[in-house]
């Protein structure tokens, strides 16, 4: 995997950006994205394409980003119709696994979603998980919103990466005002070293803002993460936020 060595040497933060594609995608945009990741170097970036389309990252000749699964089977291997397993997503070069997204939250309650960060870890798997109060929450002020991430928090243990993504936020366009977002970030910090990243309506107007707030260590990207240009927008956007001494690329998130 090429990745220049400039961004080894700082100490600090590192940053990321992840890509979920969700049930969308092509043949041809996993083309595209190979063709244009060679610009996006010096930022660890990791792709989430559907099942079927991992193919085409493992086995490209060159490849600039890692790859990862929006979810896996909480189950080792057997007969669960349907599922795929971390072992396979391991022979398939994944590298993360997201969990607990709140589009798979409506069908997966904690103890699903606990099984799957365990099990994703025991097989060499990143895990992403996702957490996000809904409106109704939000509604409630800061308090209410801190008191329910922090019960979502509750599997920190198992994870290596912490995605916070209002769902209000989700696809909606919408995205948190930036100080109370900051509050809610550093909030999360005081009971985690993990990194915290943000996901909901990142578009590359917004890449800025959130770059600014010096505890957010990455975005998560869904729907601009199918239109290259815009993809490729953001990831030169928010390299160009990198605070100064600020490591934005880390093998250790390999
Ligand atoms: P969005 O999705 O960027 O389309 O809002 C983010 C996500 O669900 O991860």
């Known amino acids: 995997m090429y990745f220049p060595t400039l961004y080894h040497n700082s100490c600090a933060l590192a940053r990321m950006i992840i890509a979920n594609w969700k049930a969308q995608g092509s043949e041809e945009l996993c083309q595209q994205y190979i063709r244009n990741s060679a610009e996006w170097y010096g930022i660890n970036i990791v792709v989430c394409p559907p099942y079927p389309y991992l193919k085409y990252f493992t086995n490209s000749i060159r490849s600039d980003f890692l790859l990862g699964a929006q979810t896996c089977s909480s189950h080792e291997d057997g007969a669960y119709t349907g599922e795929v397993t971390c072992r396979m997503l391991k022979e398939f070069n994944c590298n ?93 910090k005081q009971h985690t070293t993990k990194p915290i990243i943000y996901g909901g309506s990142v578009d590359p107007s917004k890449v800025q803002h959130l770059g600014a707030i010096q505890e957010l260590q990455g975005l998560l990207i869904g729907s601009a993460s199918l239109r290259p240009s815009e993809f490729s927008e953001i990831v030169y956007n928010y390299k160009g936020t990198k605070i100064s001494n600020e490591k934005l690329y880390d093998s250790s998130l390999e």
């Open 96 to 188: 993360y696994v997201i969990i607990g997204h709140s589009e798979r939250r409506a069908f997966e309650d904690n103890d699903v979603i606990e099984k799957k960060l365990v099990i994703a870890k025991k097989y060499g798997l990143k895990t992403i998980l996702c957490i996000g109060e809904p409106i109704t929450i939000k509604q409630e002020g800061y308090n209410a919103i801190i008191s329910y991430l922090n019960n979502q928090l509750r599997m920190i243990k198992y994870c290596d990466i912490i995605a916070y993504e209002p769902i209000w936020a989700i696809g909606t366009g919408l995205t948190p005002d930036l100080e109370e977002l900051s509050l809610i970030i550093r909030a999360l």
